[in-house]
């Protein structure tokens, strides 16, 4: 017999494009179950600190559109000790928030597990983050509309280039993950692709310009901002000494890639996400991200979700892709 009757939802970490349509299916869901919602404010750190507002039909109106999130984000200290979530717990059980949805990436259901395991409080994740590096799902919230704006911003930038024959490094967000960069780059036809997962990028870039075509108005190179040889100005110093006769820039996208309104290919995505995350719930999932794999709703457990393997794309495979596409 469940005894769920009030959900808490918070949105933690980095904010992604498709929270609010998250945030929205989450709080409709529950309603359409007769359950109450409460929203909890800027994440773990509104836990701690007793944050809550109630959740109606309206409250999420006209969101789903909307980037960024209307709970507010946060990366928090507090809840990262063991006081910390002891007034966490003590501040659920005194408003009556019998389980929560938290919507995050990798610290948020690392910070989720710790929690559930110590207070056995019903918790269910859902993958929102730009960085597409979750296990058990085959994108997370947030990744597409990330990957179309880098893709608008790079195409920006072969307009400037090819007019002036220029090299561009192109920096993306990614600090552990080079999926950003990946897909961003096959999309706006980089000639080369640097990220963290890869251990040869550099050499391989040098060999490429040294024995490549030669006739090429413009090159862009596109960069995890966590490549092992260093972010993209490491990567242009190196390039200058290496190429004294190219034209080298170097460019950050930065957090343009966090904002904007999310693409339908997220909004769907958070919208079935959030309405299962509280099925799951009633029907006594915990301790797991939902997500979507192969098209099918799929619970996976936090411990599983946050170690990023079993991502497809950074295989050598897709790295040889770039490589075949920019002759
Ligand atoms: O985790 C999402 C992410 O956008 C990473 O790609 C990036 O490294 C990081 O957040 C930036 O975080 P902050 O906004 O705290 O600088």
């Known amino acids: 017999m469940n005894k769920i009757k009030n959900?808490?939802?918070?949105t933690s970490g980095g904010d992604a494009p498709g929270m609010n349509a998250a945030i929205r299916a989450?709080?409709?869901?529950?309603?359409?179950?007769?359950?109450?919602?409460?929203?909890?404010?800027?994440?773990?750190?509104?836990?701690?600190?007793?944050?809550?507002?109630?959740?109606?039909?309206?409250s999420v109106a006209n969101i789903i559109q909307r980037g960024g999130t209307i709970l507010k984000?946060?990366?928090?200290?507090?809840?990262?000790?063991?006081?910390g979530r002891q007034q966490a717990y003590d501040n659920l059980k005194a408003n009556g928030?019998?389980?929560?949805?938290?919507?995050?990436?990798?610290?948020t259901f690392t910070g989720a597990d710790i929690f559930m395991q110590e207070f056995d409080f019903p918790i269910i994740g859902l993958?929102?983050?730009?960085?597409?590096?979750?296990?058990?799902?085959?994108?997370?919230?947030?990744?597409?509309?990330?990957?179309?704006?880098?893709?608008?911003?790079?195409?920006?930038?072969?307009?400037?280039?090819?007019?002036?024959?220029?090299?561009f490094v192109v920096e993306v967000m990614g600090r552990d993950s080079g999926l950003i960069a990946l897909r961003s780059g096959i999309g706006a036809g980089a000639e080369a692709i640097l990220i963290p997962e890869s251990q040869t990028g550099m050499e391989d870039l040098i060999t490429r310009l040294e024995h490549g075509r030669k006739d090429k108005a413009s090159k862009i190179v596109i960069v995890a901002e966590g490549d092992i040889v260093g972010g993209g100005f490491d990567i242009c110093e190196v390039l200058?000494?290496?190429?004294?006769?190219?034209?080298?820039?170097?460019?950050?996208?930065?957090?343009?890639?966090?904002?904007?309104?999310?693409?339908?290919?997220?909004?769907?995505?958070?919208?079935?996400l959030g309405v299962s995350a509280v099925e799951g719930l009633v029907n006594g999932h915990s301790g797991e991200m939902v997500g979507q794999l192969n098209r099918q709703v799929v619970f996976t457990p936090f411990s599983h979700a946050i170690k990023h393997i079993d991502v497809e794309e950074v295989t050598p495979a897709w790295l040889e892709l770039v490589e075949i596409l920019s002759l």
């Not at 309603?31 to 944050?51: A, F, H, P, Q, S």
């Not at 928030?97 to 610290?107: N, P, Y």
Request: glycine fraction near 12%; hydrophobic fraction near 35%.
């Open 7 to 10: 959900i808490g939802v918070l």
């Open 26 to 58: 989450v709080v409709r869901a529950g309603i359409y179950y007769n359950l109450k919602v409460t929203g909890v404010i800027r994440g773990y750190d509104g836990l701690v600190n007793g944050n809550f507002m109630d959740m109606d039909r309206k």
């Open 73 to 83: 984000t946060a990366r928090s200290d507090s809840f990262r000790t063991v006081e």
């Open 97 to 107: 928030i019998d389980a929560l949805v938290v919507i995050g990436g990798d610290g």
């Open 127 to 167: 993958p929102g983050t730009i960085d597409n590096d979750l296990a058990g799902t085959d994108f997370t919230i947030g990744y597409d509309t990330a990957i179309n704006t880098v893709i608008n911003a790079v195409d920006k930038i072969r307009d400037t280039a090819e007019s002036h024959n220029r090299l």
């Open 240 to 272: 200058k000494e290496k190429f004294p006769t190219y034209d080298i820039r170097f460019s950050v996208l930065g957090h343009i890639q966090r904002g904007g309104s999310p693409t339908c290919m997220d909004r769907v995505l958070a919208s079935r």
